[in-house]
């Protein structure tokens, strides 16, 4: 399909549907019904399917990969535990909105290194939307929302007041782990939760059987959280949730063995990467009239690396560094629905706050203060109204209003950016269990702060001709449930057009003599392409299959500046098969994945690679109630690969001449969870 066939199969699909509201996570119709057994695991919902908690914890998540990559149009890429990126659609986590526990992650320290710190080990949920189809939020690609476990989630469907789970698992390609969490109800209207998690990592071999480095580090994770419902209606709940990443770790984590070693040789570097977020939410709920949920939040991230090592080269010197991000925010989103005649109305509405100070001392046993200092605000409201026309069509358009500002302190360069969004978006059910869908939906962004870890922000100033990126999303889909052959049968597809016009990218300042840069506009990228789902369950067996596509159209974008903010991946098909033996309450999967070889609108060639994984959950194991195993085994072909969301390629460096820059993935890895719930 060309692109101005596939333009206009969107704008009339948009017009005939009414334009769609596609954001909301379709229920699954064949997710299983949990049982009273405690089971630790992540439900996690797109708007193409919903995988249920008890599906979610055969996968022994030790990374983000493990969750999400099931998601068509979704990648992980990254190996090393300090480089997790998000990708939808082939845009990464900078382009996204990514929260957790409604605060915001919007943290980028160091080119090398991801900008998330996520355990996957304590989350009950991802919510992922596939592309932005929603003014609730100002991801360019998409959002993902991870929540983690409350001491509500732990006592659901049990009848005793306090409990505990503790847990050990073993990865012989070479991981450990254990976690022990406490909960309970303290009387009728306290609740709390303490969660400590801790995995150690050896360095992994690939399917190659050669050794990777600098993956050698600990991971330590401790949640705290209580809840108190004063009434019925009300519920606030504060938390504290500290994540430590710390090891001997390499110079560029995002990149593979051979590179390193290239560069740097065996030499690595200690580092500290961490993640601290305090989080104050209130909930009320004054039935359909209005109900509200509020969050306040700090989130600060902050990385310490010793480059005092006089044989590796770095910007700025061989000194102990430190770059912080110090984020504050708030978030209040109400919704309403009303009936005026006829027509039902459901608004979703409210306001959304974030700051960011980036601050990089690039000495820390310096005695004289050169801190570079950045910050930016963030401030947006937002309205969508689904307006109900009949039972088998519903519209639903937005606004939001949003003001962006940013400061560069060592400069003094300020600078502002406004804009007023609209989307429209609907449905149409011409039938039971066939929904047609279609939506509209711009697009904002302004600049993000300089990368603080390398000390950018010293030297950058504000462009005056700078315009925001801005842009459109379209998409078309359907969704159709049925009864099929004594079973359930699911289908699911979208087709997509994102549009980001004014691209903005770092550039050097024409002319300067003092290295200074700036934010410029580097012109259009599109992004084009579809994702389909099926779904079939019948009695014990579970069967779904998926495929996805999308591609990059830069010809009228200057590449020349693009950093990492997009990576394509190759068109993408997944299978997951599962079948649960009732009377031994154990479950078996498998699943896999296929990916074909790309190469992108840069010129990078991508080879094709396909990955297959099996697992296996035994619940009450030898009767004992609540001792569970779950055993699996990642890559069991033992394949070697990189995915295409990860830095791979080729390159000729002036000093170090040429460079295969491939972070390959862990080949074969047999796991094994021992975990009893008390």
Not at 587 to 592: M, P, T
Not at 616 to 629: E, I, Q
Not at 651 to 661: K, M, N, Q, R, S
Request: proline content about 3%; overall charge negative; aromatic content about 8%.
């Amino acid at each position: 399909m060309n692109r101005s066939t596939l333009r206009a199969t969107l704008i009339c699909g948009s017009v005939l549907c009414g334009l769609t509201s596609v954001a909301h996570a379709q229920e699954s119709e064949t997710a299983k019904e949990l049982d009273t057994v405690q089971v630790w695991g992540t439900t996690v919902e797109s708007d193409l399917l919903t995988l249920t908690e008890d599906q979610i914890s055969l996968r022994q998540a030790d990374h983000l990969s493990d969750l999400l990559r099931v998601v068509p149009g979704v990648d992980i890429g990254g190996t090393h535990s300090v480089n997790s990126r998000i990708n939808i659609r082939g845009l990464d986590d900078r382009e996204l909105d990514i929260y957790i526990d409604g605060a915001l992650q919007t943290n980028y320290l160091y080119h090398h290194m991801g900008n998330l710190l996520i355990n996957a080990d304590i989350l009950t949920a991802a919510d992922i939307e596939v592309g932005a189809n929603s003014l609730t939020h100002g991801g360019r690609g998409g959002a993902v929302r991870f929540r983690t476990k409350t001491a509500e989630d732990m006592l659901r469907g049990s009848d005793q007041p306090f409990g505990a789970r503790l847990m050990a698992s073993y990865n012989d390609n070479a991981q450990t782990a254990y976690s022990a969490t406490g909960y309970g109800q303290i009387g009728e209207t306290v609740d709390g939760l303490i969660y400590y998690n801790q995995v150690d990592r050896d360095n992994f071999k690939d399917g190659s059987g050669r050794d990777t480095i600098g993956s050698d580090g600990t991971t330590e994770n401790l949640l705290a959280k209580f809840g108190f419902e004063p009434t019925d209606n009300q519920r606030i709940q504060l938390s504290y949730d500290k994540l430590d990443d710390s090891g001997d770790y390499t110079q560029r984590p995002d990149m593979g063995v051979l590179t390193n070693q290239a560069i740097t040789g065996d030499i690595l570097l200690p580092t500290d990467y961490t993640r601290e977020t305090i989080n104050l939410s209130y909930d009320l709920d004054l039935g359909d009239l209005f109900r509200l949920s509020a969050t306040v939040y700090g989130n600060d991230l902050e990385l310490t690396r010793d480059e005092t090592n006089p044989n590796i080269r770095v910007q700025g010197g061989n000194t102990l560094k430190r770059a912080t991000a110090d984020n504050q925010g708030f978030n209040l989103i109400a919704t309403s629905d009303l009936n005026w005649g006829p027509v039902v109305h459901g608004l979703t509405y409210g306001i959304q706050m974030f700051e960011q100070d980036l601050i990089f001392d690039p000495d820390l046993t310096a005695s004289s203060d050169t801190l570079v200092k950045q910050s930016s605000e963030n401030i947006a409201l937002f309205i969508e109204d689904q307006i109900s026309l009949t039972n088998y069509a519903r519209i639903r358009p937005g606004v939001r209003v949003v003001n962006h500002e940013v400061k560069y302190l060592n400069t003094g360069e300020t600078g502002s950016f406004d804009d007023v969004l609209f989307a429209l978006a609907g449905e149409v059910e011409p039938m039971d269990g066939l929904r047609f869908l279609a939506s509209y939906t711009d697009l904002f962004s302004g600049p993000e702060l300089a990368e603080p870890f390398t000390g950018a922000g010293s030297t950058k100033i504000v462009n005056a001709n700078l315009q925001p990126e801005t842009g459109q999303n379209l998409e078309i889909g359907l969704r159709y449930a049925t009864d099929f052959a004594g079973g359930q049968l699911g289908l699911g597809g979208n087709i997509f057009e994102t549009t980001i016009d004014d691209f903005i990218g770092e550039v050097a300042v024409p002319g300067t003599t003092t290295g200074e840069t700036q934010d410029a506009n580097l012109g259009q990228l599109e992004v084009a392409g579809y994702e389909v789902s099926l779904n079939y369950a019948h009695g014990p067996w579970d069967f779904l299959l998926t495929h996805n596509s999308s591609d990059f159209d830069t010809s009228a974008l200057n590449t020349a500046s693009v950093s990492e903010s997009f990576r394509e991946v190759g068109d993408t098909s997944g299978y997951e098969l599962s079948y649960f033996f009732e009377s031994w309450n154990l479950s078996l999967a498998a699943n896999g994945q296929f990916i074909e070889s790309k190469t992108t609108s840069l010129g990078a060639d991508k080879e094709s690679y396909d990955v297959h994984n099996i697992m296996a959950r035994w619940d009450d194991a030898f009767g004992v109630n609540g001792l569970s195993f779950i055993g699996g085994v990642d890559n069991v072909f033992d394949a070697t690969y990189t995915s295409h969301a990860s830095r791979l390629g080729a390159t000729f460096h002036p000093v170090f001449g040429p460079l295969i820059l491939n972070d390959v993935e862990p080949g074969r890895n047999v796991k094994l969870t021992v975990s009893k719930v008390f």
